[in-house]
């Protein structure tokens, strides 16, 4: 069962268009929702993260919309640049102590044409 | 600082022979993970310790995998033997305790033909 669901499996933006990938989740219990960002030949690198108490995270050109009523939440990059071509990741997880385990989405290859 | 370090990079053999992969985890941290990445999916849990206590391995497939962080730093991840469905990416990350943030290393490729 996948309890994270992730699309689109693969994107192509222009330089300086919007890149939005989006995510849903089934499990209630997910507390934390981490982006992660990962280059061929590299391991996924945390980008940004949420908590389900704001329903938007701002750090640059990046952006995470959260809608816990619709169990769904987004990346939005802001003026994608050839650089951000990467995989991205969503993951979630639930609560803290000895229950934090990351669940990742199935990955969304972006590639940004200069 | 240095990063999360895995070896070997890559690692190609012939099913039905064993195979061990290396991890060194950032200083300080006691929270050491070995994950499985397939080509096109996105990383799953295989194992969690908590300093050298294997705290979470329900994932790892015991029959033919194991683990081991006996001085809880450093971490090997073994199978014996391979199956040609064992090829993917074996991750390795490490967290200032469980709820800290991931650090993932480059991984290690492994082909089993």
């Known amino acids: 069962q996948q309890q994270v669901k992730q699309s689109p499996q693969s994107l192509i933006v222009q330089k300086g268009g919007i890149s939005i990938i989006n995510c849903a989740y089934e499990n209630t219990a997910f507390d934390y929702f981490p982006w992660y960002q990962q280059f061929p030949g590299k391991g996924p690198a945390l980008l940004i993260a949420?908590?389900?108490?704001?329903s938007e995270k701002k750090e640059g050109r990046f952006t995470i919309s959260f809608n816990k009523s619709a169990k769904q939440f987004s990346l939005h990059i802001m003026d994608s640049q050839p650089g951000d071509s990467a995989t991205y990741f969503c993951a979630a997880t639930a609560g803290g102590g000895s229950n934090y385990k990351l669940t990742f989405g199935k990955g969304t290859l972006l590639t940004v044409n200069p | 600082e240095a990063g999360v370090v895995q070896s070997p990079r890559y690692k190609i053999i012939e099913k039905k022979q064993p195979v061990a992969f290396w991890c060194n985890p950032i200083?300080?941290?006691?929270?050491l993970y070995w994950y499985l990445q397939n080509l096109g999916q996105g990383p799953e849990l295989l194992i969690r310790y908590e300093n050298e206590e294997a705290v979470d391995d329900s994932q790892l497939p015991k029959d033919r995998f194991s683990a081991e962080r006996l001085k809880g730093v450093d971490s090997t991840l073994k199978i014996q033997p391979a199956e040609l469905g064992d090829s993917a990416v074996y991750l390795c990350?490490?967290?200032?305790?469980?709820?800290?943030?991931?650090?993932f290393g480059p991984g290690t490729r492994l082909t089993v033909t």
């Open positions: 990350a490490s967290s200032f305790g469980p709820q800290g943030m991931q650090y």
């Open positions: 200083s300080g941290h006691n929270t």
């Open positions: 949420i908590r389900p108490d704001v």
